[in-house]
């Protein structure tokens, strides 16, 4: 029996389920899955011995064991009821660990400026790996203590309203962040260097300094490239209004301010559900935190790794290209893996043991798990953003970056989920659907932000939808029609 066989009866029985998908380097795809596998390292961060046994990332898209991620919520409901701070506590946690990744990479910058050695340039590697693997239970971790965050505010607002999608969309306002994440404070600071812009005063280094400080957000998990001087001139050349689009943001804060204070006054909330509220805000911009400082830290080793596989004879860019192993292990993979594995890349975790695919292999590992999952015709999610009852506009299915293009003025996005570099096509648009989502997810946060509608969680939107569409997003049910 072929290894790809095998692989498909080990998971005839197990319940997968595709959580997140968007585009990933085998690098990515290998290193967002192994720790997640190991006890010794998701134990530091739940704090009790626990893995995902079953866990699978194919080229960015997700499966995961339902069993496991509700063994983990169940452990997080434990420990919280044994000790209220708990979840208070894990949040500081994994803000002081992802200070330290970057600490860490910040210190191997430095080092790298000096040393030229290319078996210096591969310890660097090892010990980003290393440092990395220590980062990266979180990310499940998080999603997971939101979801329990998400189920627990329902249940209290239950208390107030009887219908499901009232008491949703008053989740999705009441979790909303209090603390600016990463694109909003770019954006902040791109809109004041656009007014000095606008009056002639913008020094060279005003915009060395910018990109200095946010440059690394166009280069998200391995994708895209980092900003340049010629990208930032373009935004600033298309920036026609700096003080309007500023007022413009600040009253969209104060708007979105009004609503949770509304929205409290109207339940009267007691102290316990005030503070679940808090948590709750914590871990919605823990989310684009978490990804904010990998996609920093992985970024700041980019052009170390890039050189390290030149350095052995190969093209810039196979770096994405390699896994864990072949760095750990010094491993020389062949142009003919590389190539494979640049097709499709699959890490597969069966019962604690790890397996690789690529190329036709991986592809048709994917094809397999798919299947397993009917997901119907009807597109019904949960509504994240409601400034009107309806919206009505052209689909446009955007699978990567290299789909931006196709979004114009009032186009719906269809996706997977979106990511920051997202947010540019998301200012265009009149709406956005999504398969994933929950109060965690990146279209939930940047459509309140944005005041836009937005419809997450539907599962099944990039299936049933075809690009070019005309569609209607109903933010009263959550429906979402093709017209």
Same mark, same amino acid.
């Given at each position: 029996?072929?290894?790809?066989?095998?692989?498909?009866?080990?998971?005839?029985?197990?319940?997968?389920?595709?959580?997140?998908?968007?585009?990933?380097?085998?690098?990515?795809?290998?290193?967002?899955?192994?720790p997640?596998t190991?006890?010794?390292?998701?134990?530091?961060?739940?704090?009790?011995p626990?893995?995902y046994?079953?866990?699978?990332?194919?080229?960015?898209?997700?499966?995961?064991?339902?069993?496991?991620?509700?063994?983990?919520?169940?452990?997080i409901?434990?420990?919280?009821?044994?000790?209220?701070?708990?979840?208070h506590?894990?949040?500081?946690?994994?803000?002081?660990?992802?200070?330290?990744?970057?600490?860490?990479?910040?210190?191997?910058?430095?080092?790298?400026?000096?040393?030229?050695s290319p078996?210096?340039?591969?310890?660097?590697?090892?010990?980003?790996?290393?440092?990395?693997? $220590?980062? +990266?239970?979180?990310? *499940? =971790? %998080?999603? &997971?203590?939101? #979801?329990?965050?998400?189920?627990?505010?329902?249940?209290?607002?239950?208390?107030?309203?009887?219908?499901? $999608?009232? +008491?949703?969309?008053? *989740? =999705? %306002?009441? &979790?909303?962040? #209090?603390?600016?994440?990463l694109l909003?404070?770019?954006?902040?600071a791109?809109?004041?260097?656009?007014?000095?812009y606008?009056?002639?005063? *913008?020094?060279?280094?005003?915009?060395?300094?910018?990109?200095?400080?946010?440059?690394?957000?166009?280069?998200?998990?391995?994708?895209?490239?980092?900003?340049?001087?010629?990208?930032?001139?373009?935004?600033?050349?298309?920036?026609?209004?700096?003080?309007?689009?500023?007022?413009?943001?600040?009253?969209?804060?104060?708007?979105?301010a009004?609503e949770?204070?509304q929205?409290?006054?109207?339940?009267?909330?007691?102290?316990a559900?005030?503070?679940?509220?808090?948590?709750?805000?914590?871990?919605?911009?823990?989310?684009?935190?978490r990804?904010?400082?990998?996609?920093?830290?992985?970024?700041?080793?980019?052009?170390?790794?890039?050189?390290?596989?030149?350095?052995?004879?190969?093209?810039?860019?196979?770096?994405?290209?390699?896994?864990l192993?072949?760095?750990?292990?010094?491993?020389?993979?062949?142009?003919?893996?590389l190539?494979?594995r640049?097709?499709?890349?699959?890490?597969?975790?069966?019962?604690?043991?790890?397996?690789y695919?690529?190329?036709?292999?991986?592809?048709?590992?994917?094809?397999?798990?798919?299947?397993?999952?009917?997901l119907?015709?009807?597109?019904?999610?949960?509504?994240?953003?409601?400034?009107?009852?309806?919206?009505?506009?052209?689909?446009?299915?955007?699978?990567?970056s290299?789909?931006?293009?196709?979004?114009?003025?009032g186009?719906?996005?269809?996706?997977?989920?979106?990511?920051?570099?997202f947010?540019?096509?998301?200012?265009?648009?009149?709406?956005?659907?999504?398969d994933?989502?929950?109060?965690?997810?990146?279209?939930?946060?940047?459509s309140?932000e944005?005041?836009?509608?937005?419809?997450?969680?539907?599962?099944?939107?990039?299936?049933?939808?075809k690009?070019?569409?005309?569609?209607?997003?109903?933010l009263?049910?959550?429906?979402?029609?093709i017209?």
């Amino acid at each position: 029996m072929t290894i790809l066989n095998q692989l498909k009866e080990n998971t005839r029985d197990v319940s997968f389920v595709k959580t997140l998908d968007r585009p990933l380097a085998p690098f990515h795809t290998d290193l967002t899955v192994l720790p997640v596998t190991r006890v010794d390292l998701y134990k530091k961060v739940i704090l009790e011995p626990f893995a995902y046994k079953n866990e699978v990332c194919i080229s960015g898209a997700f499966y995961d064991d339902l069993q496991f991620l509700a063994e983990e919520k169940e452990i997080i409901r434990q420990k919280n009821v044994n000790n209220y701070d708990y979840l208070h506590e894990r949040a500081a946690a994994a803000e002081k660990m992802g200070d330290i990744l970057i600490a860490n990479c910040q210190a191997m910058q430095q080092r790298a400026k000096t040393v030229v050695s290319p078996a210096d340039r591969l310890a660097m590697i090892q010990q980003y790996i290393r440092n990395a693997e $220590q980062f +990266i239970p979180w990310f *499940t =971790f %998080t999603i &997971t203590a939101g #979801i329990y965050l998400e189920e627990k505010i329902e249940q209290e607002l239950a208390h107030y309203f009887s219908d499901p $999608q009232q +008491i949703k969309m008053g *989740t =999705f %306002t009441l &979790t909303t962040p #209090i603390r600016p994440n990463l694109l909003v404070l770019e954006q902040q600071a791109f809109l004041k260097l656009a007014t000095k812009y606008r009056r002639g005063e *913008t020094a060279e280094s005003l915009l060395d300094h910018h990109l200095q400080a946010f440059g690394f957000i166009g280069m998200r998990t391995g994708g895209g490239s980092f900003w340049t001087i010629a990208d930032l001139q373009q935004r600033l050349d298309q920036c026609t209004d700096p003080q309007q689009e500023y007022v413009k943001q600040q009253t969209e804060m104060k708007t979105r301010a009004a609503e949770v204070a509304q929205l409290l006054k109207k339940i009267h909330p007691t102290d316990a559900f005030l503070d679940l509220i808090a948590v709750a805000q914590q871990y919605v911009w823990l989310r684009t935190y978490r990804s904010d400082i990998y996609s920093r830290s992985f970024a700041m080793m980019s052009t170390l790794m890039d050189a390290y596989v030149i350095s052995q004879g190969y093209e810039s860019g196979d770096y994405l290209a390699f896994t864990l192993d072949d760095y750990l292990n010094n491993r020389k993979p062949s142009a003919a893996e590389l190539t494979n594995r640049k097709t499709s890349f699959a890490a597969i975790c069966i019962e604690g043991k790890i397996t690789y695919l690529s190329g036709s292999d991986s592809l048709a590992f994917q094809q397999f798990l798919d299947a397993k999952q009917d997901l119907g015709q009807q597109v019904k999610g949960n509504v994240a953003s409601k400034p009107v009852a309806k919206v009505t506009g052209r689909a446009r299915l955007i699978a990567s970056s290299a789909d931006f293009n196709k979004v114009k003025l009032g186009d719906i996005v269809v996706a997977t989920m979106t990511t920051p570099d997202f947010v540019p096509i998301m200012k265009v648009a009149a709406g956005f659907v999504t398969d994933e989502g929950g109060i965690l997810c990146h279209a939930a946060i940047i459509s309140r932000e944005l005041n836009k509608p937005c419809i997450v969680g539907t599962q099944n939107a990039t299936k049933v939808i075809k690009d070019g569409d005309q569609i209607e997003m109903d933010l009263e049910t959550g429906n979402v029609s093709i017209l």
